[in-house]
């Protein structure tokens, strides 16, 4: 990528700068706050349609340099064969018509490298060397290690994302598994353990007790109904014949007054017999008759008559009645009456106890067939008996097919458990294949050597003190194992520069661009500036942009083209110092 032109106007700090790029390399400088930064910032942004200095693209015209009142600001980069990228930010436009590289904001920011994730990193790899992690050939890898068809199938999908998500995916299943196993054993997973593992057996089924028992609990239920039924029908008898014993007591008493009322009834109708004829006698002598006396009518007219033995009394003119006969009449009626009443109830008292006494006999003809009690206890003791033996039948019979449960479920927890062990085995190599240091080490070294190699290279050609690497796990080390985050400054710019020239040479980009150069002494500057040259010499960079703080612009050889910057301007003089 040859960058030709880079005009910058209302760019933050940056009023106005128009740079031509006459050599392979351009070393940009001025003072502080003179507007580098925001120029190399614009670039950037122009570039790639992103900026840090700023989140919402609706803040973009914040970004303007609002001298005289200016209001638009742009930068627009002119490369390889009059192509453009310019970026508005006073209508928040970008304008690129020609797609760059992915890696590209890693040769314009060379410090990305360093910041990024492991993932980040390895993804940038796969970018370089044209591979994908969600390709047939991951798949087929993960095929020539052995791993289950089927579960391969099913990591696929993640593999789109990245490995690390497919290895993610891989590692959860394994804890599944492993969650599964402890479920059906009730034990902690271990390699050694779930390897042959098999549920505890219980004791031996003997299927000939078992039909012995069976038999036996039809007999005994057989016997247990009839001699309930049996123990229905005795208790029904025998509380007939309590019954009917409480009966016979009642009905006892009753006809225990047989005789008091047969005596009383006998009275009472010999006072009914007197007191009706001394009611009729003082009726007579009431109406002025006497006892004995006979009515009768004369045979000529007709008329009434009395004879009271001694001669005829016509009824209706002759007869005088007795007063006190007739005040007692009603007295000795009552008495009658109340006598009769008497008489009726005894009657009837008389029916009772006769029919009691009948009753009774009855019901003790019917008392002789009634069971005696012992019977029925003894009935009630062998039931308990056989409820007993049945109940260690049944007993004995649960046993029996909890053991045959057991043993069936033991077989199936025997089987479920390999199943969960297996599984787990084949999401684990899964796991271990897509894990940083598998497939995905494999795959990249296709992309990381040539990157370690290139860095090799630089690491001489600067003169650098030791070696610089990325590791297959992403780590920036120098040779001596130190993090590239512990490194300094000028350090870790040395380094961010080689592996950005890498990443611009393995990708064919030639172009990087690197800022506050002033960071390194002047014997590191020298080294840097001859590295620089002797890439563009053997043709190995297109472009290479350098920013540094300066105290003026410095006298370079004709590879290089130096830009002064002061106060958001190119000044006009550097052009002379330059050619």
Same mark, same amino acid.
């Given at each position: ?10 760019? %933050? ?28 910032? +614009? ?17 973009? &015209? ?128 271990? !390699? ?81 017999? =007197? ?32 004879? !009271? ?11 005088? +009645? !007795? ?22 109830? +005894? ?38 008996? =056989? ?52 497939? &995905? ?32 796990? =992403? ?37 990087? =661009? ?42 370079? &050889? &004709? ?9 958001? %301007?190119?000044? +006009? ?7």
């Amino acid at each position: 990528m040859k960058i030709n032109k880079i005009s910058s106007f209302g760019n %933050v700090a940056v009023r106005n700068a128009e740079i031509n790029l006459r050599a392979p390399i351009a070393l940009i400088c001025g003072s502080n706050r003179a507007g580098k930064t925001s120029l190399r910032n +614009g670039i950037i942004h122009a570039l790639t349609g992103k900026t840090d200095t700023v989140s919402l693209k609706k803040d973009w &015209p914040l970004l303007i340099n609002k001298h005289d009142n200016n209001l638009i600001g742009y930068t627009l980069v002119n490369f390889d064969d009059d192509k453009t990228a310019c970026i508005n930010l006073h209508n928040g436009v970008h304008e690129l018509k020609t797609p760059l590289h992915s890696a590209l904001p890693y040769v314009l920011n060379p410090s990305l490298f360093g910041s990024i994730t492991p993932d980040e990193r390895r993804s940038l790899l796969f970018d370089l060397g044209n591979l994908r992690s969600d390709g047939s050939e991951v798949k087929q890898k993960l095929l020539d290690r052995g791993c289950d068809p089927a579960k391969v199938d099913q990591v696929l999908p993640f593999l789109k994302s990245s490995f690390d998500s497919a290895a993610k995916h891989a590692e959860e299943n394994v804890k599944q598994a492993r969650a599964n196993w402890k479920a059906v054993t009730g034990e902690i997973y271990g !390699d050694k353990k779930a390897e042959g593992w098999k549920a505890p057996q219980p004791p031996a089924i003997d299927n000939v007790s078992k039909e012995e028992v069976s038999d036996y609990l039809l007999k005994i239920d057989a016997e247990l109904d009839a001699a309930n039924q049996e123990l229905g029908k005795l208790q029904a008898q025998f509380n007939g014949a309590a019954a009917r014993n409480a009966e016979i007591v009642r009905l006892r008493t009753e006809h225990e007054k047989f005789d008091r009322i047969r005596t009383k009834l006998d009275k009472d109708r010999q006072e009914v017999a =007197m007191w009706m004829v001394k009611v009729d006698d003082t009726r007579l002598i009431a109406n002025g008759s006497k006892p004995g006396a006979i009515s009768c009518s004369c045979p000529s007219c007709g008329t009434e008559l009395v004879f !009271d033995g001694e001669k005829l009394i016509e009824r209706g003119g002759d007869l005088h +009645g !007795d007063e006190d006969a007739a005040m007692n009449l009603k007295t000795y009626e009552a008495t009658l009456e109340l006598l009769k009443k008497s008489v009726a109830s +005894g009657e009837r008292d008389l029916v009772t106890a006769t029919a009691a006494g009948e009753r009774i006999a009855v019901m003790e003809a019917e008392n002789k067939s009634a069971p005696d009690e012992q019977a029925l206890v003894a009935l009630k003791a062998n039931i308990e008996v =056989m409820k007993t033996s049945r109940k260690d039948a049944k007993t004995k019979l649960d046993e029996i097919e909890r053991n045959v449960r057991l043993a069936s479920e033991a077989e199936a927890k025997t089987k479920k458990a390999a199943e969960h062990h297996v599984s787990l085995q084949e999401w684990d190599k899964i796991a271990s294949a897509l894990a940083p240091n598998g497939i &995905p080490s494999e795959m990249l070294s296709a992309s990381l050597d040539p990157i370690n190699k290139r860095i090799t290279e630089s690491v001489k050609r600067l003169g650098f003190y030791g070696d610089v690497f990325i590791t297959p796990d =992403m780590t920036i080390l120098e040779d001596d194992c130190k993090l590239y985050s512990l490194s300094s400054k000028a350090t870790r710019l040395l380094i961010d520069s080689m592996i950005a020239e890498a990443i611009s040479h393995v990708s064919g980009i030639k172009f990087f =661009m690197v800022d506050e150069f002033d960071l390194l002494d002047m014997q590191s500057r020298s080294n840097y500036l001859n590295w620089l040259i002797e890439l563009a010499e053997k043709n190995e960079i297109d472009t290479a942009i350098i920013f540094g703080t300066l105290k003026q612009p410095p006298k370079l &050889p &004709p590879q290089f083209s130096v830009h002064w910057l002061q106060d958001g %301007v190119i000044a +006009g003089h550097v052009a002379e110092v330059a050619a």
